[in-house]
């Protein structure tokens, strides 16, 4: 299973350890979890000494499995003071499961202002002064990493924003190009490691051996079948391949449930302007990528590559989230200035979620006028010079409305919603409301039955049987994240009994085991359920599984309000 390195970043030692008994057999977001419950006082300063970064591989991650190429991030959050976990593709995961590493922990925390560079080989560690790439942004960052350590290594690095310990900021991984278009976004783990003065963290597998499979024959089988699922589905298999997640701007829009206007509307009229249908045929026009992956194994392939109006790349991985949180949210309606924005956000390393709702937050409090993007540019701008503005911004959208005197602000626990409206969308909702994680849709994406017709069909717009999906989601995600695959693969895992036992087959060929259906079920459900003692601890109750009063509001075109009690919320996670 590996072994876990731990790197001390006050006095730049590192060691080795053997997995204890009680992490053993974890992977992912279940040995992120565990560690910080079980390392991590709860109620520790998120960018103090006793916090720790801790990331990990998921269970499959370095196998040939398609689309098990994400590492967990996990820690205290600054955004959300409970416990986070945030994944990401890019090249990281599979290098350290390859190196034999099963968690990576950065510990403790400098007294100096220095920046460091970690760089994690076949041979071993070294911690290097990162003084050259202090107050540059992931584009030079990543760049110039790649010029001294050699392309198709892993990066992980901050840019402006974390170094200056903002709650909204990101770590992002160099994708296969080497650009900084994936990010481990939600909760502000950027801010973490810049407070633990990382600047940067470079994995190179390069003369390690292959993953060893206990049964190579019997992968093999598993793989083939699993391949066949995710590309046979209408969603992993045809549409997010042709247009990216953008491909939801439309669907959520018809359906009502788009927040518009900060929340005041579910239909946007200028969605088709921003759609993925729209971002597609302006990709192809300018030369750029319709479709890649996010990660060495990808066979979905929902990322992108967009070009300017001179055909240079002005973002890549643009994101159905980043598209509606910059859009409809703020009325911004140019796709242009919208890629322009996701480009800063992931140039000074901040969650394009989170920044996007505080934009719009910023123009309820007129600091910039609605819909103006070009002004939402300049007001961005000033995270990347260490400005005032920019600090508020960056620190995200509660605090942005506290400092401007807005009581209209989408979030819980601290954390901005993303792009579905509870109300007319309740399945997803719920899980707003109960995740340990704040506000977050990958948590339990309820969108599958409530919108998409996947899984079965849950009316988004009653409260009948939105608990149960949003529960049966969230253990289900949780045992997903912990193996390292793609959230996406809860399409035609849902639809496709043979989903989760393929799956087990996998993990079972690759380690000897024997696992059933049954044990992913009670693994997502351990998952949860150390998360939520870690927010015990914390000091949350079920005062902090409530929705804003804004959602009391009737939400047009359904006229649908949020009506979920408190006893019902905190049933979700009962179990």
Request: proline share 5%; hydrophobic share 40%; charged share 25%.
């Amino acid at each position: 299973m590996g072994k876990i390195l731990r790197i001390n970043t006050k006095d730049k030692s590192f060691k080795f350890e053997e997995v204890p008994e009680e992490y053993a057999g974890l992977g992912g977001r279940a040995l992120t979890s565990k560690m910080v419950l079980k390392e991590v006082p709860a109620t520790c300063q998120p960018l103090g000494k006793f916090n720790k970064l801790v990331f990990a591989p998921g269970l499959l991650t370095g196998s040939p499995a398609a689309n098990s190429g994400r590492l967990s991030a996990g820690a205290k959050s600054p955004l959300t003071n409970g416990i986070k976990e945030s994944n990401a593709g890019g090249f990281a995961a599979q290098k350290l499961a390859k190196l034999g590493i099963a968690a990576l922990v950065l510990e403790d925390k400098p007294e100096g202002n220095e920046f460091s560079t970690i760089v994690i080989n076949n041979d071993g560690v070294e911690i290097l002064p990162a003084g050259d790439l202090e107050k540059k942004g992931n584009y030079d960052v990543m760049e110039s990493l790649w010029d001294k350590y050699g392309q198709k290594t892993a990066v992980l690095s901050i840019g402006q924003a974390g170094e200056q310990c903002l709650k909204g900021a990101s770590i992002n991984q160099a994708d296969l190009n080497g650009r900084p278009g994936r990010a481990h976004g939600r909760g502000g783990l950027g801010a973490v490691m810049g407070a633990k003065k990382i600047k940067a963290i470079v994995i190179d597998d390069k003369g390690a051996p292959k993953s060893e499979l206990a049964d190579p024959e019997a992968f093999k089988a598993a793989n083939k079948k699993w391949v066949n699922m995710l590309r046979s589905h209408p969603v992993s298999g045809e549409g997010l391949p042709a247009f990216g997640t953008a491909v939801l701007v439309n669907v959520i829009n018809e359906a009502g449930a788009f927040p518009t206007k900060n929340f005041r509307t579910g239909r946007f009229e200028h969605a088709k302007e921003i759609s993925g249908e729209k971002m597609a045929e302006v990709i192809t026009e300018r030369g750029g990528i319709t479709s890649e992956g996010c990660h060495p194994g990808c066979v979905m392939k929902c990322s992108n590559v967009y070009n300017d109006k001179d055909g240079k790349v002005l973002t890549t991985g643009f994101e159905y989230e980043t598209i509606w949180a910059m859009g409809a949210h703020t009325t911004i309606k140019d796709l242009d200035d919208i890629a322009m924005l996701d480009r800063l956000c992931d140039d000074y390393g901040m969650d394009t979620i989170e920044i996007g709702v505080t934009l719009g937050i910023a123009m309820e409090g007129g600091m910039i006028e609605w819909g103006d993007g070009k002004a939402a540019i300049e007001l961005l701008e000033k995270v990347g010079a260490y400005a005032p503005e920019g600090k508020i911004i960056g620190n995200g959208a509660l605090f942005t409305g506290g400092a401007l005197g807005v009581d209209r602000v989408p979030e819980v626990k601290g954390q901005a919603f993303p792009a579905y409206d509870p109300r007319s969308c309740k399945g997803v909702g719920v899980t707003y409301a109960t995740t340990p994680q704040g506000a977050d849709h990958t948590a339990g994406y309820g969108v599958t039955a409530n919108i998409l017709g996947v899984g079965g069909n849950i009316d988004p717009h009653k409260k009948e049987g939105n608990i149960e999906l949003s529960q049966n989601l969230q253990i289900a995600t949780a045992a997903v994240d912990a193996a390292g695959l793609c959230l996406f693969v809860a399409f035609p895992v849902l639809d496709d009994a043979d989903g989760v036992p393929t799956i087990c087959e996998m993990l079972n060929a690759r380690f000897g085991l024997s696992l059933t259906p049954d044990d992913v079920v009670a693994l997502g459900k351990q998952i949860l359920n150390d998360e939520k003692e870690f927010n015990r601890l914390a000091g949350f109750t079920k005062v902090h599984d409530q929705m804003p009063e804004m959602f009391k509001e009737s939400f047009p075109p359904h006229d649908t309000t949020w009506d979920f009690s408190d006893d019902e919320l905190a049933n979700t996670l009962n179990f």
